[in-house]
T-cell receptor, first 110, second 113 residues
Framework: LAKTTQPISMDSYEGQEVNITCSHN???????ITWYQQFPSQGPRFIIQ???TKVTNEVASLFIPADRKSSTLSLPRVSLSDTAVYYC???????????FGTGTRLQVTL | NAGVTQTPKFQVLKTGQSMTLQCAQD?????MSWYRQDPGMGLRLIHY???????DQGEVPNGYNVSRSTTEDFPLRLLSAAPSQTSVYFC????????????FGPGTRLLVL
């Protein structure tokens, strides 16, 4: 399983764009990148998933460079309700297990 | 659909007691799993199941048992509770594989005295 490294914490003001970078140097050809969001006292929630280039949905964008050794989760115009822990996972399609790291704790303030 | 449900929401046990944490899903998902999350930490996989009758160990299986007699239910049993098992327990499910979108339950907060 590819190991991921992401910042422990980030702070932002409401209305700003937040970019959380995750490094995964030993990602394999069949692996893809998945991000989960976890609010306090709740289970994680799937945000976005991608293999290469850019993926966008109603919540976030995911940028993956050509070498795929890193990825960036972009949250446009964050609000207080985006305060959460964000987990970056490298997933193999046929894997039977997921490995969560400690994630990035995002704190959004006024 | 109710999604993934877990009971109880909160439980206090004494050291040595046993109990079962319940997890059910109504999405006809084949893959189900149990995680524990200690304060300030990420989730660690305890056990998982790829279908009824099939279970396997995750990263931290010691002290826990599981069974999967139906597609819907995946109970987690603590055999003899220890203070080190104080944690929040999350159940998750996905259609077939771990790599697919995981749907998590609301969690069970367990305190072992």
């Amino acid at each position: 399983l590819a190991k991921t490294t992401q910042p422990i914490s980030m702070d932002s003001y409401e209305g700003q764009e937040v970019n959380i970078t995750c490094s995964h140097n030993n990602i394999a050809t069949n692996d893809y990148i998945t991000w989960y969001q976890q609010f306090p006292s709740q289970g994680p929630r799937f945000i976005i998933q991608g293999y290469k280039t850019k993926v966008t949905n109603e919540v976030a964008s995911l940028f993956i460079p050509a070498d795929r050794k890193s990825s960036t989760l972009s949250l446009p115009r964050v609000s207080l309700s985006d305060t959460a822990v964000y987990y970056c996972l490298v997933v193999t399609g046929t894997a039977s297990k997921l490995t969560f790291g400690t994630g990035t704790r995002l704190q959004v303030t006024l | 659909n109710a999604g993934v449900t877990q009971t109880p929401k909160f439980q206090v046990l004494k050291t040595g007691q046993s109990m079962t944490l319940q997890c059910a899903q109504d999405m006809n998902h084949e893959y189900m799993s149990w995680y524990r999350q200690d304060p300030g930490m990420g989730l660690r996989l305890i056990h998982y199941s790829v279908g009824a009758g099939i279970t396997d160990q995750g990263e931290v299986p010691n002290g826990y048992n599981v069974s999967r007699s139906t597609t819907e239910d995946f109970p987690l049993r603590l055999l003899s509770a220890a203070p080190s098992q104080t944690s929040v327990y999350f159940c998750a499910s996905s259609y077939r594989l771990a790599g697919e979108t995981q749907y998590f339950g609301p969690g069970t907060r367990l305190l072992v005295l």
